[in-house]
């Protein structure tokens, strides 16, 4: 069945440094889009990419963050200066249409 | 604002009966709902799904169901079994907003065998 991959599984970084989570959404799927659970709290939507760009975005997407999709297989999401708060699994997804989602494993970020 | 809310964090069921897990909403134009199951350090899986023009879907053990004049869908898994333990979610969305989904906060629910 196809997956969703995300690396690196678990990525520990300094407050401030930059961290880039990777996704491959499944290869004919068009739609794409970033989540994050905080350790405790509800799911929470980031962002939905189509056609090379942004769709949505809440407000938690604020410009501390950015997605790509630079090879026409990865979808990136870059924080820029990363904060204690943005600890949190960051789960991407892809749907080939607008009904449901199939999920990435998730990637677990530690700001310390 | 929560437009999705789960109000019971958490359930405990007997192994072989029947798990209710309960959604309510409060956006009149959700037309599309999903229920997601997690287990730990996992990504949401997809579990089962209904449009607003049914009030029933079911899938094997699982079945939901859309009250749509109250705002309300619920999951039933019949019979619960161990491997059921994991966190529910379910996600609201609707056609004319894009497609965003909004999730509740979860239920995690325990079957003891």
């Known amino acids: 069945e196809p997956e969703v991959t995300q690396t690196p599984s678990h990525q520990v970084t300094q407050m401030g440094q930059e961290v880039i989570l990777r996704c491959v959404p499944i290869?004919?799927?068009?739609?794409f889009y970033w989540y994050r659970q905080i350790l405790g709290q509800k799911v929470e939507f980031l962002v939905s990419?189509?056609?090379?760009?942004?769709?949505?975005k809440s407000e938690i997407f604020d410009d501390q963050f950015s997605v790509e999709r630079p090879d026409g297989s990865n979808f990136t999401l870059k924080i820029r200066s990363t904060k204690l708060e943005d600890s949190a699994m960051y789960f991407c997804?892809?749907?080939?249409?607008?009904?449901?989602?199939?999920f990435g494993s998730g990637t677990r970020l530690t700001v310390v | 604002d929560q437009q999705v809310k789960q109000n019971s964090p958490s359930l405990s069921v007997q192994e072989g009966r029947i798990s209710i897990l309960n959604c309510d909403y409060t956006?009149?134009?959700?037309?599309?709902f999903l229920w997601y199951k997690k287990y730990p350090a996992e990504g949401p899986t997809f579990l089962i799904s209904?449009?607003?023009?049914?009030d029933k879907n079911e899938d094997g053990r699982f079945t939901v169901f859309l009250n749509k004049s109250a705002k309300h869908l619920s999951l039933h898994i019949v019979p619960s079994q161990p491997g059921d333990s994991a966190v529910y979610f379910c996600?609201?969305?609707?056609?004319?907003?894009?497609?965003?989904?909004?999730f509740g906060t979860g239920t995690s629910l325990t079957v003891i065998p």
């Open positions: 209904i449009s607003s023009i049914k």
């Open positions: 956006n009149s134009m959700f037309d599309y």
């Open positions: 997804a892809s749907s080939s249409t607008d009904l449901g989602y199939t």
């Open positions: 990419f189509y056609n090379n760009e942004i769709s949505e």
């Open positions: 290869s004919n799927h068009l739609y």
């Open positions: 996600a609201a969305s609707a056609r004319n907003t894009g497609n965003q989904f909004y």
